[in-house]
């Protein structure tokens, strides 16, 4: 037994301190990310020449230098191919450059796993904007990736002479995402939120396919109730995606009190009151009305979303809350017949009310992480000018992508490409007053109290939608939390 | 580098010849001394990796999160050294307390039920000799070879309102289920994910009840079967005391489980409905990894008061379980 025992010990002894060597080194390449190649994490390959024949005209970078981009991308609703068709059609125009892509639906955890770890060399080169809850948010304060804001500044490549920031949608530069000012990510695509629905369905009962107020959208929830249908399904299990068609609507509630500035501001900065704010507030008394209506499903609780999505397109439900993907992710199950379109919830009491719709960045925008050679940065950014153009978000359209430039539809062959769903969204926004805006904030606290109030409002949702709770309560209580841990990150 | 000279060859008449295991070659102490250096050598080969991995994968990330949950950290920012905040948070936090019930009621209700059906099940096919019995293990024993992710999501699909089995199964009897969500009402939540633990667990102890009983000599239930004696007579006064410390060691597994565990969970319902199925792994999780949170620190504390948890359970069931072991 103590001979045993003097093993093990000898046995530890000699083990431990390579353990701890281990450990504690800084670590190679991700298991799950290619090594980085000599030309992207160190000087180049050959130096550049200074001779203007080995320079693209365009850009002035070297035709010579070869160079390779790692992607860590989000491999979501949207797929792969307009990734793949991108990459496809860069390379070919500049034969220098490769891309090494590692893609995965949670590329967020190994995205998150490497920020951590904080190894340049491993980081990837760019990345989805796929994270962790405010993961991105924090990474971008702390100056993690590079501040693309000079890229609104630059021609597109498609359009001699047109900036980037004078051809994208009205108001996609006011309310994209900034942190402190900067942009750490240009839109390439815009996807929608809010409600889609089947025409086809609509046209047979003869519903009201664009309510303009209320009151009409009040109506057209009881004429699809009175068919026995549930007017609008959501994945309960992910209890947020009903707020898809409604957290947007405090810009435009505000808007119509004439504070859209201040509260823009005060959202963004996650100035308190934010869950108890009058409009938010008054979000919740509207859908607690839709509740009392009878418009979301029983067991709602218990939907994940390709239940949700399936309700939609078997029929059994009117209209699901969800973002314009929706066609590209559930495309092997849509019935033959299925006509997609979109509406958005009106808040407003006339027909000429301005209709505001949820759109963010995360169809492909890029970031780019800042402790990387130069040559690899400059390359990064000219294949996001890239995406930018008409061609490249035709091809995207086809894969439901919403394409960000408003001049895309000036060539009516662009918009053949575009899939049904986010087809659908351009047309509501050309029919309807409407107005795109995104509800992020730039500002996130780590305290738990945080935490608690994200999973509070998370749990109440489907409880608050269908009555069973009174929102006020819970949404004072929320604002509390996040005072709490307001209050803790000011110490 | 001199090799051990147990393999140098030695002459001997006739020509050259290895030196052989047990050949005293230089004396006897010399001889176990050889002895014994191999024997490290062996144990470290034999051993050395895998507690390498253990070191390196499971004991020092433990005591890292013991200093994390000492720090405020989400994991990109430069953490703050802050103490005890998070223990003192969480024994404040209701959630942590809700979970744990939740917690609770698993660990009451699964290891008991696994325990109860998987020695009877075990005790069946060991004595009732059926014919199909290698059937019927390779049928209790498959839920244990799928993956978790499998077993989720068969099981929601089991209790969807509009499709599922069990409203189908229920209408056969005349039961009217209006298209019931059992995962979707926190009336029936918890209680829809017992079945899916037990169902998951219960081929795993058959093979290992089955095994335990075979070891228990035949002689003793014949002499019971002269003596009259009933199967429940048998199982209860001869097969269960026997196995005693087999079944002391699952309980024991399956209690760490009912704590541990929440992937089961986290695909089925994620938490809900309104947090009725939340259990205090899942809360962690969500607290480190959550779509809306990031906070290594506060979840290594809730992590460590799990480690604690799990450590007392264990010292309660060695306190309270029979320790006696029967010989025969």
């Known amino acids: ?75 979501n609703g949207y797929g792969r191919e307009w990734a793949d068709n991108a990459i496809k059609k860069f390379t070919e125009k500049y034969p220098n450059v490769k891309f090494e892509v590692t893609s995965s639906p949670v ?36 100056g993690l990736f590079e501040d693309l804001s000079d890229l609104w500044e630059r021609e597109v490549p498609d359009k001699k002479g047109v900036k980037l920031k004078d051809v994208v949608l009205p108001n996609t530069m006011e309310y994209a995402q900034k942190i402190d000012g900067k942009f750490y990510q240009i839109p390439m695509g815009a996807y929608a939120l ?16 664009n309510p303009k107020t209320w009151d009409e959208f009040k109506k057209l929830i009881t004429d699809i109730k009175s068919k026995n249908l549930i007017p609008i399904t959501y994945p309960g299990v992910y209890s947020t995606y009903l707020m898809y068609g409604f957290t947007v609507k405090q810009f435009e509630l505000a808007e119509r009190k004439g504070t859209l500035d201040q509260f823009t501001k005060d959202y963004r900065a996650y100035k308190l009151p934010a869950f108890s704010s009058p409009e938010f507030k008054q979000i919740w008394e509207r859908i607690a009305e839709l509740g009392k209506l009878g418009a979301f499903p029983d067991g709602v609780a218990a939907l994940n979303h390709t239940q949700s999505q399936m309700q939609l397109l078997q029929g059994k439900a009117a209209m699901a809350s969800t973002g314009d993907w929706v066609e590209n992710e559930m495309k092997d199950s849509i019935p033959d ?51 930018m153009t008409n061609d490249i978000q035709a091809f995207n359209g086809k894969f439901g992508i919403s394409p960000i430039r408003k001049d895309f539809s000036e060539n009516p062959k662009n918009l053949e490409q575009l899939q049904a769903a986010p087809r659908a969204v351009l047309e509501y926004a050309k029919n309807n007053n409407s107005q795109f805006g995104t509800s992020v904030r730039e500002v996130s606290f780590s305290h738990p109290s945080s935490g608690k109030a994200n999973k509070l409002y998370q749990d109440s949702i489907n409880d608050m939608a269908s009555g069973k709770k009174d929102p006020n309560p819970i949404l004072e209580e929320l604002d509390k939390l996040i005072k709490e841990a307001s209050d803790a990150e000011k110490k | ?29 010399g001889l176990l ?249 899942s809360y962690m999780f969500n607290m480190a990894f959550g779509t809306s949170s990031h906070n290594y620190g506060y979840a290594s504390a809730i992590g460590m008061f799990l480690f604690v948890i799990m450590v007392v359970a264990k010292l309660i069931i060695d306190k309270f379980s029979k320790q006696d072991q029967i010989e025969f």
């Open chain 1, 194 to 209: 809010g409600l889609f629905y089947d025409k086809t369905l609509f046209e047979k009962n003869g519903w009201n396919q």
């Open chain 1, 107 to 142: 590329i967020r955890d190994l995205i998150g796993t490497k920020m951590a770890a904080k190894n340049d060399n491993d980081m990837f080169d760019i990345i989805s904007p796929s994270f962790n809850g405010d993961a991105g948010t924090i990474a971008q304060k702390e």
């Open chain 1, 337 to 387: 017949g299925f006509k997609w379109g979109f509406m958005t919830v009106p808040f407003g009491g006339s027909p000429s009310d301005k209709i505001w719709i949820e759109n963010g960045i995360g169809a492909g925008s890029m970031m780019i992480w800042k402790n990387k050679p130069e040559n690899v940065k400059k390359w990064a950014k000219e294949f996001n000018m890239f995406l």
């Open chain 2, 1 to 29: 580098m001199r090799l051990p000279s147990c393999i140098y060859p030695v002459r001997v008449k006739g020509g050259h010849h290895m030196a052989q295991p047990g050949v005293n070659t230089a004396g006897s102490g």
């Open chain 2, 33 to 281: 001394r050889k002895n014994k250096v191999q024997k490290r050598i062996f144990i470290f080969i034999a051993i050395g990796p895998s507690f390498l991995g253990y070191l390196l994968f499971t004991l020092y990330p433990n005591i890292l999160s013991v200093y994390y949950s000492l720090l405020e950290w989400n994991g990109i920012s430069a953490s703050k050294f802050i103490g005890l905040d998070n223990y003192i948070y969480m024994f404040k936090d209701n959630f942590v307390w809700t979970s744990l019930y939740h917690n609770l009621i698993l660990m009451i209700t699964v290891p008991i039920l696994t325990i109860y059906i998987s020695v009877f099940l075990a005790y069946l096919l060991n004595n009732k000799g059926y014919l199909e019995s290698s059937f019927y293990k390779v049928l209790f024993f498959l839920p244990n070879v799928l993956a978790i992710v499998v077993v989720a999501l068969l099981w929601r699909f089991i209790y969807d309102g509009e499709y599922g089995m069990l409203n189908a199964f229920l209408e056969l009897f005349g039961i009217e289920t209006n298209n019931f969500y059992w995962l979707g009402d926190t009336r029936t939540a918890l209680w829809a994910i017992l079945p899916v633990s037990i169902w998951s667990g219960v081929g795993l102890y058959i093979i290992i009840f089955m095994n335990a009983m075979k070891g228990i000599p035949v002689s003793l239930y014949e002499s019971a079967i002269l003596d009259g004696a009933t199967h429940m007579q048998r199982l209860f006064k001869i097969t269960m005391p026997l196995i005693n410390p087999v079944i002391r060691v699952s309980a024991l597994f399956l209690v760490l489980g009912a704590f541990k565990g929440f992937e089961l969970i986290l695909i089925m319902t994620n938490g809900g409905p309104s947090g009725s199925t939340e259990v205090i792994g």
């Open chain 1, 1 to 75: 037994m103590k001979k045993t025992a003097k093993s093990v010990a000898g046995l530890m002894a000699a083990v431990l301190p390579m353990a701890a060597v281990i450990g504690c080194s800084g670590g190679g390449s991700g298991s799950s990310s290619p090594s980085p190649t000599k030309a992207a994490s160190s000087a180049p390959s050959s130096a550049p020449s200074d001779n203007k024949s080995d320079v693209y005209p365009e850009n002035g970078l070297s035709k010579t230098e070869k160079v390779t981009i790692k992607w860590g991308y989000w491999e």
